[in-house]
């Protein structure tokens, strides 16, 4: 039902920065809580950083918190991760997630998940690489 593109993953230098996106499709994006996780080869995937629907509240890992921001434009159905300062631990294949918010969810303007069984769509992924 929806669709998720990412796009925007590449090598960069430790210290160096990044911008991922990740278009949607398929339903109304407004409808949709969304979220970044990442894996690596040998590891499981972790959360990264989630969005509300309205944009207005954001959420981070602790390893990402202050060097990564989540952002969102309900307009063009599009997410976007903007990574600062990364590091060679950021390199990882990074997903774009997207879920569909639950109806008994009364307040749907806050909803959020950091686990990845909440989400209900997920992009092929971006390859992000940080070199020492």
């Known amino acids: 039902q929806v669709q998720l593109v990412e796009s925007g993953g590449g090598l960069v230098e430790a210290g160096g920065s990044l911008r991922i996106s990740c278009a949607a499709s398929g339903r109304p994006f407004s409808s949709l809580a969304m979220g970044w996780f990442r894996q690596a080869p040998g590891k499981e995937r972790e959360f990264v950083s989630a969005?509300?629907?309205?944009?207005?509240?954001?959420y981070y890992a602790d390893s990402v918190k202050g060097r990564f921001t989540i952002s969102r434009d309900n307009a063009n159905n599009m997410v976007y991760l903007q990574m600062n300062s990364l590091k060679p631990e950021d390199t990882a294949v990074y997903y774009c997630?997207?879920?569909?918010?639950?109806?008994?969810?009364?307040?749907?303007?806050?909803?959020?998940?950091?686990?990845?069984?909440?989400?209900?769509?997920w992009g092929q992924g971006t390859q992000v690489t940080v070199s020492s």
């Open positions: 997630a997207a879920a569909q918010i639950p109806r008994s969810f009364s307040a749907s303007i806050l909803y959020y998940s950091t686990q990845d069984k909440d989400y209900d769509y």
């Open positions: 969005v509300t629907w309205s944009g207005g509240r954001t």
